[in-house]
């Protein structure tokens, strides 16, 4: 185990450690992972990918976290809490499961569900955010699963495929977390 940070049934989080810039660099260039991210237009090097990451986990306003299946600490994605407002006690969350073969078996929501948790007890946040392209119905499912609401729409936000798509604006505020 390679010293978990907050432990979940399946899975584990851990600080991203340089050697996980491979993964993540296999991931965010492949065309499957990044059509419902944000981003993702562009092919990244081993120095982009580096640099990039390295600016997230050394910025006050990012916490990345590598996910790591639990019986064979297989690196499987990354989660991070982003652009976080200390002063209005809120963050942005984002995730990532990288590994195609473990997609759809609910290995991001134990994920999710454990940074949510750290994000309102530990960071003693209000509010955690995100955004989601509304051709992405199994993620707006497992958010709404999760207990985040739908807030509004960004239309036609994102642009893949040689389509413009729409983005929902998702919230959990900690008084509906701590209801669940």
Same mark, same amino acid.
């Given at each position: 185990m390679n010293y978990p940070f907050r432990n979940g049934k399946r899975v584990y989080l851990r600080a991203f450690e340089p050697d996980d810039n491979e993964h993540s660099l296999r991931w965010f260039n492949d065309p499957l992972i990044t059509k419902n991210l944000d981003g993702g237009a562009f092919a990244l090097n081993r120095q982009t990918q580096t640099e990039r990451m390295e600016r997230l986990r050394t910025d006050d306003g990012h916490i990345i976290l590598a996910i790591c299946k639990d019986d064979?600490?297989?690196?499987?994605?990354?989660?991070?809490?982003?652009?976080?407002?200390?002063?209005?006690?809120?963050?942005?969350?984002?995730?990532?499961?990288?590994?195609?073969?473990?997609?759809?078996?609910? !290995? +991001?929501? *134990?994920?999710?569900? @454990?940074?949510?948790? !750290? +994000?309102? *007890?530990?960071?003693? @946040?209000?509010?955690? !955010?995100?955004?989601?392209?509304?051709?992405?119905?199994?993620?707006?499912?497992?958010?709404?699963?999760?207990?985040?609401?739908?807030?509004?729409?960004?239309?036609?936000?994102?642009?893949k495929d040689g389509a413009y798509i729409d983005e929902i604006a998702m919230g959990l505020l900690r008084s509906e977390w701590e209801a669940q």
């Open positions: 064979n600490d297989l690196h499987v994605g990354n989660i991070g809490l982003h652009n976080i407002s200390y002063p209005n006690r809120h963050a942005e969350i984002g995730v990532v499961i990288g590994e195609r073969t473990l997609h759809g078996q609910g !290995y +991001g929501s *134990e994920a999710i569900e @454990l940074m949510v948790k !750290y +994000g309102f *007890e530990s960071l003693n @946040l209000q509010r955690i !955010y995100l955004r989601v392209m509304t051709t992405n119905d199994a993620a707006i499912k497992c958010y709404e699963k999760l207990g985040f609401q739908k807030e509004g729409v960004f239309r036609k936000h994102a642009y």
